[in-house]
């Protein structure tokens, strides 16, 4: 049984030529395959966190432009309260900066989502407060300036706190994502880094197996041969293998033991002629 179990494996033995060819192919799949999984690996970090930089910058536009308008239209405010001849009171778009917080509430996460509902609320209170405006100017018993101090101010103020720390948040969430995406390209390239030392691995490999199954065998085959040529030894070189380069050490040793019966044969038919 172990007899024909050896047979089999024989007559399924790969060729010099194949085994090379195999182990040069399985370094380049290693090393093409890490390269696949860094580029693959950089692409999704680097659309994800792009998203989300992408993102960021759109909140800071969006509360930038918050600030913008809220500050401009109390500065309108200010300067109704120090009028005294009012041609038209200021007007608000409401709608847009409605819009703004809608569309800041929808990609804001984290820490600035309760923040942009503050802002909202803040927002709210503000504007309530605001339309009392007219009725205040038209009253004779309310100060327009104490009311605008005491009751409206405190309102801006709460609410330009709100928009600055978003601000400040929104920020924060940029540079942080910011170095994620510094972080995550390297991070890619840990796979190419892995696969790279495996491969040094592999080719050290590869070469300790060359020199101890073929340059080593093929110096001890010329060395016999050598010994067999200069000075009549026997070749006795023998090792384990089972591919081409046995199967030539084996037709050299069947060669050069022709070679000594033919000599042997000549050396007696020459002693025999003498005598």
Sequence with gaps: MCEKNKNRWKEFRLSLRMKMILSILAITVVLLMSIVISVLEYRRMSNYVSDMIADDIHDIYTTQRLVDAVDRYNLE??????????????????????????????????????????????????????????????????????????????????????????????????????????NGY??????????????????????????????????KMLESLKDYLGYRRRYTYMFDGNDQLSDLNDSITELTEENRSLRKRISEIKGKGES
């Design 186 to 219: 390297y991070r890619s390239f840990i796979p190419s880094a892995v696969a790279l030392a495996v491969g040094i691995v592999l080719l050290l490999l590869l070469l300790f197996f060359i020199l101890a199954d073929y340059v080593d065998p093929l110096y």
């Design 77 to 182: 405010l200010m300067a109704v309260i120090g009028d005294d001849n009012i041609s038209a009171l200021p007007d608000f778009d409401r709608n847009a900066f409605m819009a703004y917080c809608d569309s800041l509430r929808l990609t804001v996460t984290g820490t600035s989502a309760p923040l942009a509902d503050s802002v909202l609320y803040a927002y709210s209170a503000y504007m309530l407060a605001s339309l009392e405006l007219p009725a205040v100017l038209e009253s004779d018993f309310i100060n327009t300036r104490d009311w605008y101090f005491t009751r409206l101010q405190p309102l801006f103020s709460r609410m330009r706190v709100y928009l600055d720390r978003l601000g400040e948040n929104i920020h924060s969430n940029l540079r942080r994502n910011s170095e994620t995406f510094g």
